[in-house]
């Protein structure tokens, strides 16, 4: 211990959920008189405004440097307390939070003696850490007014517009030589019965209107460095030019790729057997009855899940195994389509939908209501016995198992069947090699968090939206792009972003530059630099997480985690045990 | 195995007096039919919908003995007009295999 210093302890009740298994009044005299501590005292809830004002208080009068709240999980309240140390004119980082509820109480709810002890080893391992911090500051980075979208499908085209709109300047990049994506060979999509063209041609217009918007067609992104707030992208335009991009932050909106059946699967290579898609189009173009060879079309089968919720088998060794979300949709609105048919020409079609589960959730129901009244007959079917296709001539047979009278076989004559193919994650390897962002184990893009950090990605100041994160209909794409636009405004209108100091730190004296910890980052945060004649380690310290792998392999000891450091490390444990060895 | 009819599927879609559309195949017709046949009505009527005239005709002293009571669809909780349903079908039956008109 080098300096002296002035802890204030704090032992929260927690109205019970750590009293009732922990001495906190037992815990707090425990340290009262250790050789650094000031104050020590127990609160039933510190979190509550009122607690809180009193620490501050305290802090201010006794003129306390350091302090330690013993309470629930971090991940609840340590910002609180962070936010409250500035309050008290203490520097955040000279506040150290020990989880006295989530890692003592809650466990150790069948002893409360040893819960009281183990709490007292937390706490003075809480103290130790603390006596050795020191005063950090954030680190603010200014962040440019510019976003670069890639992928200028209905997503890409709706976040370049939402974005524009907030006063950033954005350029918006498609790979392909139209801008639009997928929606442009939809046709007409349920349930509002919009056109893809229509939506992509509205968007257009506003995009070719917006000053602020600046779309290139048949780009691509070749480079990428820097890091949040501050990107340099390179961007290979038509004619091998090569423009240099200097953005904030960058939204990928790129898509999705419809999943291609194997020979065979569902008698996939046959005349007759199609995709959903091609379905449609015969439908738009129809201005008659539904021909197919040069014959009426009068029953047709549509079978569902085809490329989606696949389970492994020798035929499938890498089984796409999630929904893609938009077929059921997509194929019951099909359906009424053509029964819209069937009216305007009085030639009747037999409608066989084998289904797995019909998802049309929410607001969709109505159109599978639609389809079932219309006289779609549903047939489910189970993984286990998949429907079976046939041809014989040109006479293609589906036979299935029907799950209402009982698993009892039967066959169905089709003039066509129809395939609802799912989504896949679109292959882009060059983009992912430039982009780095972590896929999940489907392939898309991955987000932090499904629910709670959804357009978010590990990499800070990069975005995703729309089906590169995962399947979607084309409203949830929209509104997934949304997000992103909020988030990413978020970022970019404040003009800075501050990140967190608790980053590694290389030891100048002791690096020879091994290269090792270059190989641990995960983050690509670490360069190399040279200091008059010598080489070293040099942390990028926007891109640095604080993650730690370059820790441990450091041959020479000459890189740390501030707030992490090993002399913390090791009080921290030093004092833990100190009841251990005296006893 | 029993096949689909393109003929029968298609004259039950365009028919006005035979609506299953909503039956939701609760059983509950089954359990208070007075003949106390496994097959009546709903599971009749699956096959029906779905085309299987094979098995419709496997049927036929079924569909003649109903009753039309209409306890079925007294009790009905989707509302099918069941009786309504079974005439329906005595015509298509009589028309197609008894040849009759």
């Known amino acids: ?583 | 195995m029993p096949k689909v009819s393109s003929k029968l599927a298609a004259a039950v879609k365009c028919s006005d007096e035979f609506n299953a559309a909503a039956c939701m195949h609760c059983g509950i017709c089954t359990a208070v039919c007075p003949m106390g046949y496994e097959i009546l009505p709903r599971k009749l009527f699956r096959y029906v919908q779905v085309g299987l005239e094979d098995k419709v005709k496997e049927n036929i002293p079924n569909i003649y003995s109903c009753l039309l009571c209409g306890m079925c669809s007294e009790n009905c909780p989707a509302e099918v007009n069941i009786p309504e349903n079974v005439r329906f079908l005595r015509k298509y039956i009589n028309e197609n295999e008894f040849n009759l008109s």
Not at chain 1, 102 to 116: F, I
Request: aromatic share 6%; glycine share 8%; net charge negative.
């Open chain 1, 1 to 583: 211990m080098a300096q002296k210093r002035r802890i204030g302890v704090y032992v929260c009740h927690c109205g019970g959920n750590i009293s009732d298994y922990v001495n906190v009044e037992e815990v707090a005299d425990a340290v009262r008189n250790d050789p650094n501590v000031v104050v020590s005292r127990t609160h039933m809830f510190t979190c509550s405004d009122a607690a809180q004002q009193e620490m501050i208080d305290e802090i201010k009068e006794k003129q306390l440097d350091g302090l330690v709240i013993a309470s629930c999980s971090p991940k609840l309240h340590m910002f609180t307390f962070r936010g409250m140390s500035e309050r008290a004119n203490l520097n955040q980082y000279q506040y150290i939070h020990v989880n006295l509820r989530e890692q003592c109480s809650w466990v150790h709810t069948n002893d409360k003696v040893g819960a009281t002890k183990k709490g007292i080893h937390l706490l003075r391992a809480g103290i130790a850490k603390c006596e050795l911090t020191v005063p950090l500051n954030a680190i603010r980075i200014e962040t440019k007014p510019r976003v670069l979208v890639v992928g200028a499908g209905v997503s890409g085209m709706r976040a370049a517009i939402s974005l524009a709109d907030m006063g950033l300047a954005v350029f918006l990049i498609e790979r392909e030589a139209e801008a639009g994506g997928w929606a442009l060979q939809t046709g007409k999509m349920g349930p509002e019965a919009q056109d893809g063209t229509d939506v992509v041609a509205k968007l257009l217009t506003r995009i070719n209107q917006h000053e602020n918007i600046m779309l290139h067609t048949s780009a691509e992104v070749v480079s990428k460095s820097g890091s949040i707030g501050d990107f340099n992208v390179s961007v290979r335009l038509p004619g091998d030019e090569t423009v240099s991009l200097n953005v904030g932050a960058i939204v990928v909106t790129t898509g999705f790729e419809p999943y291609t059946p194997q020979t065979d699967e569902y008698g996939w290579g046959a005349p007759g057997v199609i995709p959903l898609k091609d379905f449609r189009q015969m439908l738009a173009e129809a201005d008659g009855p539904l021909m197919h060879n040069g014959k009426p079309v009068r029953d047709v089968a549509f079978i569902y899940c085809v490329g989606s919720r696949q389970l492994k088998s020798e035929s499938c060794p890498e089984p796409n195994s999630y929904c893609s979300r938009y077929c059921c949709l997509a194929t019951t609105y099909t359906a009424t389509l053509l029964h819209d048919l069937e009216q305007k020409t009085g030639q009747p079609v037999n409608q066989y939908h084998l289904y797995r589960d019909v998802r049309t959730y929410g607001a969709l129901e109505p159109i599978y209501e639609k389809a079932r009244t219309g006289g779609a007959i549903f047939l489910r079917w189970d993984p286990s016995n998949p429907p079976q296709v046939t041809t014989e001539g040109d006479q293609l047979t589906v036979k299935a198992k029907d799950h209402l009278l009982g698993g009892e076989e039967l066959e169905i004559g089709a003039d066509l069947v129809v395939l609802a193919t799912g989504m896949r994650p679109r292959e882009n390897d060059t983009l992912n090699d430039i982009l780095k962002i972590p896929e999940s184990k489907d392939g898309f893009y991955n987000e932090i968090h499904l629910k709670l950090r959804p357009v978010e990605t590990m990499i800070d100041g990069v975005f995703i939206a729309g089906t590169a994160q995962g399947p979607k209909t084309l409203a949830e794409s929209v509104a997934s792009s949304l997000a992103a636009v909020a988030k990413t405004g978020g970022l970019l209108m404040k003009g800075y972003v501050d990140l967190e100091p608790l980053i590694a730190k290389v030891d100048t004296d002791k690096c020879i530059w091994c290269g090792e910890c270059l190989k641990a980052c995960p983050y690509g945060a670490i360069e190399k630099v040279n200091v008059g004649e010598k080489e070293i380690a040099f942390v990028i310290e926007s891109m640095c997480k604080g993650a730690g792998p370059c820790v441990p392999v450091c041959p020479h000891n000459a890189i740390e985690i501030e707030g992490f450091r090993d002399d913390q490390i090791t009080a921290m444990i030093d004092a833990s045990i100190k009841e251990l060895e005296t006893k």
